[in-house]
């Protein structure tokens, strides 16, 4: 197998598998000190995760939600960006094989985040969309267009009916945001695109296994995510589990069924590790399990930090939220306690700053809580705008999401609905690997 | 085969086959008038072909120069819209057939542009990228920034600077403008992103097989495009032909031959007709020969207009030129026409007013003329963005290109270089099926 070529110098060399949250804030720590940096990633960009469902419902375009890695990094002198698919991690010759070469590091940090969870059904998986990728958003969006063009064709009611409904199962954050976003759509623009159907009739169904919405928020703000639902026509199931789905109906644990062709699984997320760490290094949820430094045991100089890392102590026995600010502040802190290591310092133990949570429903509908603080509505709604927008990397970006917003408030609009590429369904679709 | 559905009334249908410049027009001539307008297209959007090359070359979004068909005609009584490839035509008993059923008609009027002509030759058709759709236009970008990625994992020099090496076939607006902006992204983007590659070495070039570029303008912008093509590094071929490609090696009449994994073939155009009409019926570019009424002979009631129309006159001995505005005024005056027609009253024959044509080559660098007056440098670059600006369907997508546009000028930018889905070559690709 080829080397992959980056220059051989006289410093510490640390490869980063991962350009998300964790991954690009690691490197932000490492600019130009006494290292060399790595970064591998699948993609060239950095996706901005948590917009995602504005992309699967037409708000957003998808190039303002990503960004170039090597753009990010264009000032950084000790950088070097390379993508690659990371195909097994070999630790005791301290090298990594991936689809371009292999590569030798002296610290390897595994940056690579989560995957959808199916918990072992493999027909959801095979007919369920995703919602953790630029691409699975474009299928979402084109999934969903293709099924109303579709829906047309069709004098026979169950057959057009199922191909309007929609189906989002999993309470949290991003099955919250999408329900609520497709039922604005429902309101405002499917029935302007198609005076032919009767769009009225479009079902939104929210499922969740659990007693409530948003888990992680008290039950103040979840009741109110289920009274704006309510008012957005999106029906909410609460302890209620998809048992079955063979690409149009929606089978339950209640007796409920649901005919859909648009299903999204939003219930589970799982470790996206990299092959060749040890069975025994992972919780349940396929994350490695990591010590208060990151560090995984019996793996010398190996990493892991964000989703894709389980820090099990006695404060956090699951281990942190699966959200962007534990792999931001734990990139952070990685990228100190690498540069004291190498200095033979002693370095500092991870704790989680919790800065709050916050979900929007629609327009002048979200709830927001920080740390005692709660609110609800328009104003909750302003600051998680403001949040999202600043976030975003990139001016470019943050100027063309906030054309849109402000022109998808004043018409109540989502202007991008085009199926620039179809969606066809593979049907010998397997696992995708994904291993980055 | 099932038949589309659309409402039987009593009022002569009008079915249009394709939504570009000219189809829409149309449909815009007919608004609520006493005829059904049934719209077929494959895609759910109109696409500003004038800017495709802009999306090749990570300038802009391809969601802001495609527009969806239903949300322009959203308040249009007499309108139904199909997403539908047309598979035959018998105009013996006035129907057509898709993919998604038969539709018979009163008035069938074909719009369906121009595709792609490689004069017959099939590996430049293999291996050469087109610039006629927003999926080749994104396919060209990802191809571009996939083989930089590859340049960097290749020690072996010819191997390296293949992959950088950009040509382009055909020196008419396409390709002078793809060029320009490949000029700028060499000069302003590219260095920063790889500063591990020689980007100096990268080659452009731009072949032509006529004496001058711009064929349709004069003497006076062609020379001025050449030189701001050379400031740009670009290399200008005129009187050269390519006469073979495999995917690497670049073969002319004159003996050059260039090491090249980026080609984008410009250098030609056909009618994109759809199947059923008698052979006789078109032109040596497959273009349907129509009358001053753009109606075509021996096929009662059907029509063609635009690109896949030739009006061969008189005055018009090869037809007119293959561009917006012809297409654009043969659907206005179609419309009219029709009207007419329907009424018993007299036809008003089609008088192609020539309002003139531009390029832009790049900032502060564009030709324009109008009449007898020729512009070049800044103002005429003005007058090249003002126009295609007011020319865009929608005020967001107005919007989101002014601000890039706002962006790459003060930036010396283009912000959207992302791979999103990377291009991978059909190994068995033949030429696509592209009846409508």
């Known amino acids: 197998m080829q080397t992959i070529d980056v220059p051989e110098i006289n410093l510490p060399r640390v490869v980063i598998i991962g350009g998300g949250f964790g991954g ?6 490492l600019k130009n000190k006494e290292v060399q940096v790595v970064l591998l990633d699948r993609n060239n960009y950095h ?30 002198q000790n950088f070097h960006f390379r993508m690659a698919n990371v195909e097994n991690v070999d630790h005791t010759i301290k090298t990594i094989y991936t689809n371009i070469g292999s590569l030798s590091y002296d610290y390897l940090i595994i940056a690579t985040g989560s995957k959808t969870n199916f918990f072992g059904n493999d027909q959801i998986m095979k007919y369920g969309m995703r919602l953790k990728t630029v691409v699975q958003a474009l299928d979402v969006r084109s999934l969903m267009l293709q099924n109303f063009e579709k829906a047309l064709l069709s004098s026979e009611i169950n057959s057009r009916e199922s191909r309007m409904n929609f189906v989002i199962v999993g309470g949290g954050p991003t099955g919250v945001e999408l329900a609520g976003a497709l ?4 309101n405002h623009v499917l029935p302007n695109d198609y005076p032919e159907l009767d769009v009225r009739r479009m079902q939104i169904h929210l499922i969740e296994a659990g007693p409530k919405l948003l888990a992680g928020l008290s039950s103040i703000s979840s009741d109110k995510a289920v009274e704006y639902l309510k008012k957005l026509n999106v029906n909410v199931w609460l302890n209620t589990r998809v048992t079955d789905y063979d690409g149009t109906v929606v089978k ?12 999204v699984w939003s219930a589970g997320v799982m470790g996206n590790a990299v092959p060749g760490l040890k069975e025994n290094q992972f919780d ?10 990151n560090e995984v045991a019996e793996h010398d100089s190996i990493f892991a930090i964000g989703d894709v890392a389980a820090m099990v102590t006695k404060d956090t026995p699951k281990g942190h939220p699966m959200v962007a600010p534990v792999a931001m502040q734990q990139g952070n802190l990685l990228a100190k306690n690498l540069l004291k290591r190498i200095k033979g310092k002693s370095q500092q133990k991870f704790v989680y700053h919790d800065k709050g949570s916050m979900a929007t429903i629609g327009r002048n509908k979200a709830v927001v809580e920080v740390a005692k603080l709660k609110w609800q509505g328009a104003f909750a709604w302003f600051i998680w705008m403001f949040v999202h927008l600043i976030s975003l990397v990139g001016y470019r970006n943050k100027a063309i999401v906030l054309v849109n917003w402000l022109w998808n408030y004043f018409n109540y609009d989502r202007g991008i609905r085009l199926i620039i590429r179809p969606f066809v369904r593979d049907k010998n679709k397997k696992e995708p690997v994904e291993t980055l």
Chains 1, 2 share one sequence.
């Open 24 to 29: 690009m804030q690691l490197v932000k720590g």
């Open 47 to 76: 996706t901005f995760q948590p917009l995602l469902y504005q992309v699967a419902t037409a708000g957003l375009e998808p190039d303002s939600i990503a960004f170039p890695i090597r753009k990010i990094f264009k000032e950084y």
């Open 183 to 186: 039922g604005e759509l429902k």
């Open 252 to 263: 339950t644990n209640i007796n409920k069924t649901i005919l859909a062709k648009n299903l």
């Open 284 to 293: 349940r949820a396929h994350r490695i399990l990591v010590n208060e430094y």
